[in-house]
Each structure stands twice: as C-alpha cells, then as structure tokens.
C-alpha cells in the first residue's frame, strides 16, 4: 500500500511562489512515475505536471509551462512542484498521485494513476 501526503500549499498573491512537496511511503518511489494534478471548484481534475521515475523525463500542461517545475529526490521518497508567477486561475487543490505500472509512460489521464494523496489547497489572490 502506498500512501502520498501532500503539503505546502496555502495562500499567495498573484506573481507569487510556492513550492509544494508529496511525500511517499510503503512503495517503491523511485520506479513510480509520478503526477501532479489540480481540481478548481466545477472544474475537472487536470494533470499539472509529470516526471518519469528517474527524473529524465517531464511534462507540463500547457496553462503552467514555464512557471511550475515539477522534481524528485528519490533517497527522500518525495516529489515537489515549484510554481511561480502564480495566476489567480491556478487556485485550486493540488493532487499528487502514483502510477505504479511499470510501462515507463507519462500518462496525464487520471486513470493511470493508483495512489492519490489527500490534497492542498492553493489559493492566488490580492
């Protein structure tokens, strides 16, 4: 069983920065590809940002690229987002979540991921 506890989220002005980190416990972190992904209130859940198991490999959603830089330190079974330049439109809760298939893909559907954490809230406003 794995178990991802996300933290770091909380309230920031518009052109501000934070970083957000998901710890990981009772798996193999370091073959998980790794996601994070965001849910605004009547919005659907949407993948943020991807990192492939050894860090090589990254995507971005468009709405981010360029501001938000997702990582990994594989010895501390931990994955972070570091977003910048932050919108009022990047509120929302930020997810981080798991997919343990081992078919060495990016995948920004949720349904390829099997672990999730709870959740932190992101709020960008004046």
């Known amino acids: 069983q794995v178990q991802l506890v996300e933290s770091g989220g909380g309230l920031v002005q518009p052109g501000g920065s934070l970083i957000l980190s998901c710890a990981a416990s009772?798996?193999?972190?370091?073959?998980?590809?790794m996601g994070w992904f965001r849910q605004a209130p009547g919005s659907e859940r949407e993948c943020v940002a991807v990192?492939?198991?050894?860090?090589?490999?990254?995507y971005y959603a468009d709405s981010v690229k360029g501001r938000f830089t997702i990582f990994r330190d594989n010895a501390k079974n931990t994955v972070f987002l570091q977003m910048a330049s932050l919108k009022p439109e990047d509120t929302a809760v930020y997810y981080c979540?798991?997919?343990?298939?081992?078919?060495?893909?990016?995948?920004?559907?949720?349904?390829?991921?099997?672990?999730w954490g709870q959740g932190t809230q992101v709020t960008v406003s004046s």
């Open positions: 990192i492939f198991a050894s860090g090589g490999s990254r």
């Open positions: 009772g798996g193999i972190f370091s073959s998980y590809t």
């Open positions: 979540a798991a997919d343990t298939a081992g078919y060495r893909l990016i995948r920004t559907s949720t349904a390829g991921y099997d672990y």
